[in-house]
């Protein structure tokens, strides 16, 4: 539920529970007290009878006079019970009223000591009673009316019995008091149950999601939050899974990040270590003597430079690494014809391939004019990478690859196969991973620091392209990747 509504909600709360429950709360206590009076024997009652006006008094005065009229005559002593009296004062006590008895001049009981003192001494005298009991007396100055009932007492002394009710409001105080009770518990009562909904509903979930900022907090990716509620409240708590499973990716990332690090650390210092050593064996013997012709110095040399040559590859192949996980690699496109670029490179790694006892076999499918947008330098490492792991793992006596430019309408397809050991099916969706190698062991001779084919599919991706491979063990293996066709926009005559 949205904060608005539970705002709606409980503003009507507020206003209705109460009043229904104050409605209800006075026909219970009015009908209580209305049949607690019917119970006393004192007649039938309406709802005038809550009110504590003078009316009121005298009615209620003039049913108990009625009913003590007929008691006396059915039983002369019964006033000088006072267990009676006090009966009958008990079960008016609600009605601010009281029964007061004199004997002769002496107050012989009193429901309400007190209230009897003040009053006692301006009581009418035996004999004024009014015999009709339509009316009584009242004195202004202490809102007091009185009903006089005339008897005499065994022993012959006269007596009187007066109905003293004191006038106090349109309302009776007992009623007030009930009323006020009632609407007191009725507001606690809603205070409680709004409270506690709004607890449940509002304070409950923040919570539960303070609990969790803290797991965040800590470290802890795992603790979750779930919620079928709509609202404010249950955005937050999807916005809270968004950001913790963003987090935990973030987290598992960088985790990988780091392992992917240290072990492109270690393989680079593997792959720096072995020609560093290879030069300084090899500088050591020129200094000591031992390359004694000049024919060995030569080849000293020349194997020098040739390592050399290898570390400077792997020190640019770690810049460009850099540059990818960075989105650094600095791109300058052109438009390149395929037949002239492609035919430049097969002539220039030609060279390379022959000294290595590897035959090149290329051909061109495109026609001559078919062109694309792309980097030089940077397909010419794609180029690069993929012969070079090649040549790695051509395992037969005689080397073979094939570079082919096939035509496809709007993007031209390049296929460079090779006819090495090949790469199992199990290995094949995860080559173009960082640092993943298919040989787990490490050489010289096939070394290399795991990167090579993850930058190609960089770089070609970069370009608007895609890449993958087919192979078969022990057939050899083959990459293919696709470059769209650049195409001029030419206006239309009119």
């Known amino acids: ?127 004024r009673e009014n015999e009709e009991s339509e009316t009584g007396y009242f004195f202004d100055d202490s809102q007091k009316y009185v009903k006089q009932l005339d008897f005499v007492f065994s022993d012959g002394t006269p007596g009187s019995l007066f109905i003293v009710t004191r006038i106090t409001s349109l309302i009776a105080r007992p009623f007030l008091i009930d009323m006020f009770v009632a609407v007191l518990i009725i507001l606690i009562f809603t205070a409680f149950m709004l409270t506690r909904w709004i607890h449940r509903g509002v304070f409950g979930p923040i919570n539960q999601l303070n609990v969790a900022m803290k ?38 990332e960088k985790m990988l990040q780091e392992k992917q690090n240290k072990e492109l650390i270690s393989n680079i210092s593997h792959d720096l270590k072995t020609p560093i050593t290879a030069i300084k064996g090899y500088m050591e013997g020129i200094m000591d003597g031992v390359a004694d012709t000049p024919e060995k110095v030569d080849k000293y040399i020349k194997t020098v430079y040739n390592k050399a040559n290898d570390m400077d590859k792997l020190i640019n192949e770690l810049t460009l690494y850099s540059g990818i996980d960075n989105n650094r690699i600095p791109y300058n496109f052109h438009r390149i014809n395929v037949a002239d670029y492609f035919g430049d490179c097969v002539e220039e790694v030609g060279l390379d391939l022959e000294s290595k006892n590897i035959e090149l076999n290329y051909s061109n499918l495109a026609a001559p004019d078919t062109m694309i947008i792309a980097d030089p330098e940077q397909m010419k490492k794609v180029i690069n990478n993929i012969i070079g792991n090649s040549i790695k793992y051509i395992d037969k006596e005689k080397g073979v690859i094939d570079i082919r430019i096939l035509d496809e309408v709007d993007s031209v397809r390049i296929e460079i196969e090779d006819n090495g050991k090949g790469i199992a099916a199990k290995d094949l969706p995860k080559i173009f991973e960082r640092f993943y190698r298919t040989d787990a062991s490490r050489n010289s001779s096939k070394g290399g620091s795991g990167i090579g084919l993850s930058i190609v599919k960089k770089i070609i991706e970069d370009h608007g392209g895609y890449i993958w491979a087919t192979s078969k063990e022990g057939e050899g293996t083959c990459m293919h990747f696709v470059i769209r066709k650049y195409k001029e926009q030419r206006a239309e005559a009119d």
């Open 1 to 127: 539920m949205k904060f608005k509504t539970r705002l709606k909600v409980t503003f009507a709360a507020i206003v209705l529970i109460p009043l229904v429950l104050v409605i209800a709360a006075f026909m219970l206590i009015g009908g209580w007290i209305l049949r607690a009076e019917q119970l006393n024997g004192f007649g039938l009652v309406d709802f005038n009878d809550m009110s504590g006006s003078i009316q009121t008094a005298g009615k209620h005065a003039q049913l108990l006079y009625e009913s003590l009229a007929d008691m006396l005559e059915e039983n002369p002593t019964a006033f000088e019970d006072i267990e009676y009296l006090q009966g009958i004062s008990d079960g008016i006590s609600r009605k601010n009223s009281y029964i007061l008895v004199r004997k002769g001049e002496e107050l012989y009981y009193a429901g309400n000591e007190e209230a009897a003192k003040e009053i006692f001494h301006r009581l009418p005298d035996y004999g």
């Open 215 to 252: 797991k965040i907090k800590d470290g802890n990716f795992d603790y979750m939050l779930f919620t079928d509620s709509g609202g404010e409240i249950g955005d937050l708590y999807r916005n809270y899974e968004d950001m913790r499973l963003r987090l935990k990716e973030s987290a598992e």
